[in-house]
């Protein structure tokens, strides 16, 4: 009986300090510079908006927080990409679509998951048997593409559309 008083002392103490934490961090500004970026903007609008100090990338031995203003940009067979920098790499981000732009086909060497989040796409998949897959994803929707898959994907709509997407590099995948 008394080791579980314990234990919810202790857990109350746990809440109790992050609660305590939380409350401690500055006002984040106004405005959403990365989602200007994601509508169209150019990546300055994203170093611009978040120059203060609560901005600045955090590593801890628990978390690792990298910033909007410090996304990695590149332009890839036509697609914009904005990567954040991770401890082991660039595998996180967005891909921003021009309307009714096509990626081109691809091949993975990785397992790709993406998220759908401004827009409709088609997807077509290949795989070694050439057997051919087609698709439609729109906002919300989550895609995973296999290792060693040729892949195309295509804006279908008239406007800016977003991706999230996420390269596995882990070997067990």
Not at 16 to 41: C, H, I, R, Y
Not at 97 to 126: A, N, S
């Amino acid at each position: 009986m008394n080791s579980t008083k314990n234990k919810k002392d202790d857990k109350q103490k746990d809440n109790t300090a992050l609660g305590t934490a939380t409350k401690s961090l500055p006002q984040v500004p106004e405005g959403f510079p990365l989602m200007d970026w994601l509508n169209g903007g150019n990546e300055k609008m994203i170093q611009q908006g978040y120059n203060d100090e609560y901005y600045k990338d955090i590593q801890t031995d628990n978390v690792n927080i990298s910033r909007a203003n410090n996304l990695q940009f590149a332009m890839l067979d036509g697609v914009e990409y904005a990567f954040y920098k991770a401890e082991s790499g660039l595998q996180m981000g967005y891909m921003r679509f021009k309307p009714l732009q096509i990626k081109g086909i691809q091949h993975t060497k990785i397992k790709l998951m993406f998220v759908v989040l401004h827009g409709m796409f088609e997807v077509r998949t290949k795989n070694k048997s050439k057997h051919i897959e087609e698709f439609k994803i729109k906002a919300g929707d989550y895609l995973e593409v296999k290792a060693n898959c040729r892949y195309n994907i295509q804006n279908c709509s008239k406007n800016v559309s977003i991706l999230m997407v996420h390269r596995n590099y882990d070997s067990n995948s």
